[in-house]
T-cell receptor
Framework: DGGITQSPKYLFRKEGQNVTLSCEQN?????MYWYRQDPGQGLRLIYY???????QKGDIAEGYSVSREKKESFPLTVTSAQKNPTAFYLC????????????FGEGSRLTVL | DAKTTQPPSMDCAEGRAANLPCNHS???????VYWYRQIHSQGPQYIIH???NNETNEMASLIITEDRKSSTLILPHATLRDTAVYYC??????????????FGKGTLLTVNP
């Protein structure tokens, strides 16, 4: 079945370590997005990419990095510079410039100890 | 993007219609109204969207006022599985490289037996 796969679902890391969250889609979608969600809050946009080898900062990009080397993959690295990395991270994709619907993965919950 | 205002929470009896309101008084002429929902600890799910006319699909109906300053999402026969946070979002569909959706806190709909 087509969809978006995020891994790992749960991740624990020590403070000061970088961690990379995986997001893979087999929907042949052009655009991909990373959102962060904190308890009781809405989603905040971290980074997004409309095409391969191109990406833009969202509203809270500081302390995060991304790459888009392949259409199917949009990994997110949470660096040690991110002050409060513990959160629920959601990846999404959109089929193309004429489509407004986002398809989301099931999320990755990162806990920094 | 235009801002939206939603009540933080609502209750509905199982089997009854759930009517979720959204105010978007600053909406621009080229902005669409989108609705998503998020069941606890899962990724958001697209429900429906519209520009001017009322829309209906297998999940819900969207009623947009004539002045487009508010809308209502209607779940005609709510079930316990409809308990979720519902997000109302307005966004211009520019077709350009900066398309993104901004999620607020939404409305927590609780369907009671």
């Amino acid at each position: 079945d087509g969809g978006i796969t995020q891994s790992p679902k749960y991740l624990f890391r020590k403070e000061g370590q970088n961690v990379t969250l995986s997001c893979e889609q087999n929907l042949n979608h052009d655009a991909m997005y990373w959102y962060r969600q904190d308890p009781g809050q809405g989603l905040r946009l971290i980074y997004y990419s409309q095409i391969v080898n191109d990406f833009q900062k969202g509203d809270i990009a500081e302390g995060y990095s991304v790459s888009r080397e392949k259409k199917e993959s949009f990994p997110l690295t949470v660096t040690s510079a991110q002050k409060n990395p513990t959160a629920f991270y959601l990846c999404a994709s959109r089929s193309g410039l004429r489509s407004g619907e986002l398809f989301f993965g099931e999320g990755s919950r990162l806990t920094v100890l | 993007d235009a801002k939206t205002t939603q009540p933080p929470s609502m209750d509905c009896a199982e089997g009854r219609a759930a009517n979720l309101p959204c105010n978007h008084s600053t909406i621009s002429g080229n902005e669409y109204v989108y609705w998503y929902r998020q069941i606890h600890s899962q990724g958001p799910q697209y429900i429906i969207h519209g520009l001017k006319n009322n829309e209906t699909n297998e999940m819900a109906s969207l009623i947009i006022t004539e002045d487009r300053k508010s809308s209502t999402l209607i779940l005609p026969h709510a079930t316990l599985r409809d308990t979720a946070v519902y997000y109302c979002i307005v966004s211009a569909f520019s077709g350009g490289s900066n398309y993104k959706l901004t999620f607020g806190k939404g409305t927590l709909l609780t369907v009671n037996p």
